[in-house]
């Protein structure tokens, strides 16, 4: 626990400053899209976005960890971040989640997939009903369940808890987020299809990949290559 302290700078507390000194500003604070607009609903949306970032692959018995980054935006404004650690492959997600989520409720979530640090999987039910919140799965392609019952059925003896996960989420649907843009495939759980389209859609303001998910996972991948060169 000690290390894992360490490596998330001592404490689950905002860390929004450190940060943006550790990522590349241009890459966070992008050029809109020219098909992206921002109106006065859009403006002042708050949409909070969960991403991983890169993690070391489990060897042997260590497992090792990867970051988990919850954000907050206001519009295409951030103005809060939160950063967890889970166990690669694990089954620690969810309750991570929770905890960088403690106290915020009724905000839209945003979750890149459900696969976090490998096969550790965040479970939208449990998110949805704690946080009394609208959770949407986005992802950037269709995934390949069969394939991935494959996986978990061949490396995890507790396959079918995480198998579960993932069965319970239903068909994808499509989402086309930026004209001229590949889609994106979702699932939405406390909110309509219609209304999940419509926080996808208006949160897309650089690219097709709704905003607070695009910056969760920049500043996942900038904080966790600062740690690892600063840790060795």
Not at 86 to 101: K, P, Q, R
Not at 140 to 163: C, E, I, Q, T, Y
Request: hydrophobic share 40%.
């Amino acid at each position: 626990m000690e290390g894992r302290r360490r490596f998330a700078w001592g404490s689950r507390r905002e860390l929004l400053p450190q940060a943006l000194a550790r990522t590349s500003l241009s890459r966070v604070f992008s050029p809109m899209h020219p098909a992206a607009s921002i109106n006065s609903n859009t403006s002042t949306r708050r949409i909070i976005g969960i991403d991983d970032g890169p993690f070391k692959p489990k060897r042997g018995a260590n497992r090792g960890y990867a970051p988990l980054v919850a954000v907050w935006l206001q519009g295409p404004h951030l103005y809060k971040l939160k950063l967890g650690m889970i166990t690669v492959d694990g089954l620690d997600a969810t309750n991570e989640a929770l905890s960088l989520l403690d106290g915020s409720h009724g905000i839209p979530i945003l979750l890149s997939g459900v696969t976090f640090g490998g096969f550790n999987l965040i479970d939208p039910r449990v998110v949805r009903q704690r946080c009394k919140a609208s959770v949407i799965v986005v992802v950037g392609s269709r995934p390949d369940n069969r394939a991935v019952k494959r996986a978990l059925v061949k490396h995890f003896p507790d396959w079918k808890k995480r198998w579960e996960i993932i069965k319970s989420l239903g068909p994808l649907r499509r989402v086309q987020t930026l004209q001229d843009e590949p889609p994106l495939f979702y699932e939405n759980l406390g909110c309509t299809p219609l209304e999940a389209r419509r926080v996808l859609s208006s949160a897309a303001y650089v690219s097709r990949v709704p905003e607070p998910v695009r910056v969760a996972g920049l500043l996942g991948s900038g904080l966790f290559s600062q740690t690892r060169r600063s840790s060795g």
